[in-house]
T-cell receptor, first 117, second 115 residues
Framework: NAGVMQNPRHLVRRRGQEARLRCSPM?????VYWYRQLPEEGLKFMVY????????ESGMPKERFSAEFPKEGPSILRIQQVVRGDSAAYFC???????????????FGEGSWLTVV | AQSVTQLDSQVPVFEEAPVELRCNYS??????LFWYVQYPNQGLQLLLK??????LVKGINGFEAEFNKSQTSFHLRKPSVHISDTAEYFC?????????????FGTGTKLQVIP
């Protein structure tokens, strides 16, 4: 049973380029979360998606960042016109349902490390 | 709103000594509690979780944590650490709100096991 798959694991982009990070949730999971981890900081929530819907994007920067989770295929986190401050580890997580009283655990991928030069 | 505080950013401990990593949380509603471990350049791996029931939770790699509702704490413990336990540990709280799990992480505690 494959876990949450993220690619690429490492990505280098020049300032002004676009970065696309992909996440395939665990089999049977339809809920996807994206988190960002800046150096020496904890994980910060960015966005929560279900298939074809963005449910909560309260942690997403207002500009240049977008996320999608299409009916078919992986979830994509897209960063346009990257700047040095975007350098971070981006983690995707998935869960089988929205949780509730069962307290479903969310499972993390190995992360994608973005370096902007 | 909910928040998590991990007071110790770094904890050095000698090999085979016991360790406790502290975690306090605040929330106006019932929450679920988790500890994750992150090895260098890797993702987060679930160590253990508290959902309900017994307040003493046992996890992988010999770790355990105790939920203390009155003190709003969920400290992580291990009676004897190994070199391989050197990693960063994150405490997290989760609550069901607005139709999904909202998970908030602490800033992490780096455990350094000294030979």
């Amino acid at each position: 049973n494959a876990g949450v798959m993220q690619n690429p694991r490492h990505l280098v982009r020049r300032r002004g380029q676009e970065a696309r990070l992909r996440c395939s949730p665990m089999k049977g999971h339809s809920h996807v979360y994206w988190y960002r981890q800046l150096p020496e900081e904890g994980l910060k929530f960015m966005v929560y998606l279900q298939k074809e819907n963005i449910i909560d994007e309260s942690g997403m920067p207002k500009e240049r960042f977008s996320a999608e989770f299409p009916k078919e295929g992986p979830s994509i986190l897209r960063i346009q016109q990257v700047v040095r401050g975007d350098s971070a580890a981006y983690f995707c997580a998935s869960s089988p349902s929205a949780g509730g009283s069962s307290g479903n655990t969310i499972y993390f991928g190995e992360g994608s490390w973005l370096t902007v030069v | 709103a909910q928040s998590v505080t991990q007071l110790d950013s770094q904890v050095p401990v000698f090999e085979e000594a016991p360790v406790e990593l502290r975690c306090n949380y605040s929330s106006s509603v019932s929450v679920y509690l988790f500890w994750y471990v992150q090895y260098p350049n890797q993702g987060l791996q679930l160590l253990l979780k508290y959902l309900s029931g017994s307040t003493l939770v046992k996890g992988i790699n010999g770790f355990e944590a105790e939920f203390n509702k009155s003190q709003t704490s969920f400290h992580l413990r291990k009676p004897s650490v190994h070199i391989s336990d050197t990693a960063e540990y994150f405490c997290a709280v989760s609550r069901y709100s607005g139709g999904y799990q909202k998970v908030t992480f602490g800033t992490g505690t780096k455990l350094q096991v000294i030979p």
